[in-house]
């Protein structure tokens, strides 16, 4: 079984919607995280939170809300998607106290027209 | 500032050796990361390094000169498989958060 699942695997929408991304994790790791990634870029870091209680902002959050429903649960909202949005999502996770790598979820290909 | 910069792409032979260079400005990480990262695929955790020097394990080694803001991964006797995204990212310890460059695609050729 994948320690980090991401549902939905792929997303067609329309401007203005409201969007989900949900991610879960087995690892029992504290820290999650929600990148972007567009063609032929690296990651790009939406929101992080080290535990249920905390959130931070990454380098692109507008436009981005983020939910840490438990220490297994971290979701990425788009209140209203617009076609720049457009992109691969992926969520990760970590442990402090190692050298904190990464471990990714499959990603979410989400699609805005 | 934390800019990472690599190569775009790189092609290489099958059986042969390929490094890709990663640079950075020096302040702000901990260690250096790379990553493997195969097309539509999730991003796969290779080597971290935080001390100067090379880090072998094996076809693969990764080596870090923080005076130099400087790193590089090595693959020895490249496989078709090794056709994929590296990803250089600084970060690691009690940070948490990493900054990715934007990846080197690596294609090898029979």
């Known amino acids: 079984d994948a320690d980090v699942t991401q549902t939905p695997r792929n997303r067609i929408t329309k401007t203005g919607k409201r969007i989900m991304l949900e991610c879960s994790q087995t690892k029992g790791h504290d820290r999650m995280y929600w990148y972007r990634q567009d063609p032929g870029l690296g990651l790009r870091l939406i929101y992080y939170s080290f535990d249920v209680k905390d959130i931070n902002k990454g380098e692109i959050s507008d436009g981005y809300s983020v939910s840490r429903q438990a220490q297994a649960k971290f979701s990425l909202s788009l209140e209203s998607a617009i076609p720049n949005q457009t992109a691969l999502y992926f969520c990760?996770?970590?442990?402090?106290?190692?050298?904190?790598?990464?471990?990714f979820g499959p990603g979410t290909r989400l699609t805005v027209l | 500032g934390q800019n990472i910069d690599q190569p775009t792409e790189m092609t290489a032979t099958e059986g042969a050796i390929v490094q890709i260079n990663c640079t950075y400005q020096t302040s702000g990480f901990n260690g250096l990361f790379w990553y493997q990262q195969h097309a539509g695929e999730a991003p796969t955790f290779l080597s971290y390094n935080v001390l100067d020097g090379l880090e072998e394990k094996g076809r693969f080694s990764s080596f870090l000169s923080r005076s130099k803001g400087y790193s590089y991964l090595l693959l020895k006797e490249l496989q078709m498989k090794d056709s994929a995204s590296y990803l250089c990212?600084?970060?690691?310890?009690?940070?948490?958060?990493?900054?990715f460059g934007d990846g080197t695609t690596l294609t090898v050729k029979p």
């Open positions: 990760a996770t970590s442990e402090p106290g190692t050298h904190n790598e990464q471990f």
């Open positions: 990212a600084g970060g690691g310890g009690n940070a948490g958060k990493s900054t």
